[in-house]
């Protein structure tokens, strides 16, 4: 089995109830789940975006085993997703639930439609922070300035 890390965020309804359903929901097809602590954060938003778009999120990252390859794994969570009346229209709108692939053991993939580690992970100092709660020890695949540091070791240089 395969250790990965899901980032969930909320920013519409009763936020806390859709974490807590979405982490129900990916206990059927996932083992061994460590939930971090839940922040709540500002909305990330693209330029222009609308001001109602700017709801804060509730979001928290999930550890976990799993025996699919990431292309099932993607495709498990936007079912979960969508089972759950998740409808995106536009990019970055508000959603009830966002389920993100932020990690697959130490793999390294970039394809059309996934790439992991997730592609902003190191813009989302929260993430890092919740990750670091549940894997200290995942050390960043992707050669460059944060090659093979750990995840307690990303978080800490956000501290500065």
Same mark, same amino acid.
């Given at each position: 089995?395969?250790?990965?890390?899901?980032?969930?965020?909320? %920013?519409?309804?009763?936020? $806390? @109830? !859709? *974490? %807590? %359903?979405?982490?129900?929901?990916?206990? %059927?097809? +996932?083992? @061994?789940?460590?939930?971090?602590?839940?922040? !709540? !954060?500002?909305?990330?938003? *693209?330029?222009?975006?609308?001001? /109602? =778009?700017?709801?804060?999120?509730? !979001?928290?990252?999930?550890?976990?085993?799993?025996?699919?390859?990431?292309? #099932? *794994?993607? #495709?498990?969570?936007?079912?979960?997703? #969508?089972?759950?009346?998740?409808?995106?229209? /536009?990019? =970055?709108?508000?959603?009830?639930? &966002?389920?993100?692939?932020?990690?697959? @053991? &130490?793999?390294?993939?970039?394809?059309? @439609? *996934?790439?992991?580690?997730?592609?902003? +992970? +190191? /813009?989302?100092?929260?993430?890092?922070?919740?990750?670091?709660?549940?894997?200290?020890?995942?050390?960043?695949?992707?050669?460059? /300035?944060?090659? #093979?540091?750990?995840?307690?070791? +990303?978080?800490?240089?956000? $501290?500065?």
């Amino acid at each position: 089995m395969i250790k990965i890390a899901l980032g969930l965020g909320s %920013n519409l309804g009763n936020r $806390q @109830n !859709n *974490l %807590n %359903n979405a982490i129900t929901k990916l206990s %059927n097809i +996932l083992d @061994n789940i460590t939930i971090s602590s839940i922040l !709540n !954060n500002r909305a990330m938003l *693209l330029p222009g975006s609308p001001k /109602e =778009w700017d709801v804060d999120f509730l !979001n928290c990252v999930i550890t976990a085993k799993c025996d699919m390859e990431p292309k #099932q *794994l993607l #495709q498990e969570i936007k079912k979960i997703e #969508q089972e759950m009346g998740r409808v995106t229209k /536009e990019k =970055w709108e508000p959603r009830l639930i &966002d389920i993100d692939i932020l990690l697959y @053991n &130490d793999l390294y993939l970039k394809t059309k @439609n *996934l790439t992991i580690p997730h592609a902003g +992970l +190191l /813009e989302r100092d929260f993430a890092i922070g919740l990750l670091a709660e549940v894997w200290p020890e995942w050390k960043y695949p992707i050669p460059g /300035e944060y090659y #093979q540091k750990t995840a307690l070791e +990303l978080a800490k240089r956000l $501290q500065k």
